[in-house]
């Protein structure tokens, strides 16, 4: 049951990420979330570690898009930045989210790989499309209040992959 929840990855964040690492799973794209994975939540500064991330990322010829829930306005804003397309409004873990953004890169679920900090929206939804998933740490504490709700329910998924073994921190 809560199964559906566990990332494949846990990551401290992107740098923790290694193109190479990527390449060698045989992936060959990465679906990132928006708000505290790229930037910190509700904005769209891009710190230059994460642009560095992204610069090295195409260099390797992975190929990105940003699937966010978030409105179409900030989104866009940090996708032209960053040069990559983005999926806005996304209502993960709901699968279409991720599947425009497949269809945009032009790649299959068995090669690609998601980002984000939350197990309920971005690992469930990653999962539910059989991607890699990946668990980071959120940028930032600030967060949706419905959010930091969530988060209790996640402390107790966080608990169990722990047990597991799955993550370590
Ligand atoms: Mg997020």
Redesign the pocket.
């Known amino acids: 049951m809560w199964k559906r929840f566990y990332p494949a990855l846990r990551i401290k964040g992107l740098a923790d990420l290694k193109p190479d690492y990527l390449l060698a799973r045989g992936l060959k794209g990465v679906l990132l979330?928006?708000?505290?994975?790229l930037v910190e939540w509700g904005q769209v500064e891009v710190s230059p570690a994460t642009q560095a991330w992204v610069e090295a990322m195409k260099k390797s010829g992975l190929k990105m898009c940003i699937v966010s829930n978030a409105l179409e306005e900030r989104v866009k804003v940090v996708g032209e930045k960053l040069g990559i397309p983005w999926v806005s409004r996304g209502i993960k873990p709901r699968k279409t989210p991720f599947k425009k953004a497949l269809a945009l890169l032009g790649i299959t679920p068995e090669e690609t790989a998601t980002v984000?900090?939350?197990l309920f929206?971005?690992i469930w939804g990653g999962n539910r499309m059989a991607l890699f998933t990946v668990w980071t740490t959120?940028l930032s504490t600030k967060e949706m209040f419905f959010t930091r709700i969530v988060r209790r329910l996640e402390r107790i998924v966080a608990k169990q992959l722990r047990k597991k073994g799955i993550i370590s921190d």
């Open positions: 979330d928006l708000d505290n994975t984000g900090d939350q929206t971005d959120p």
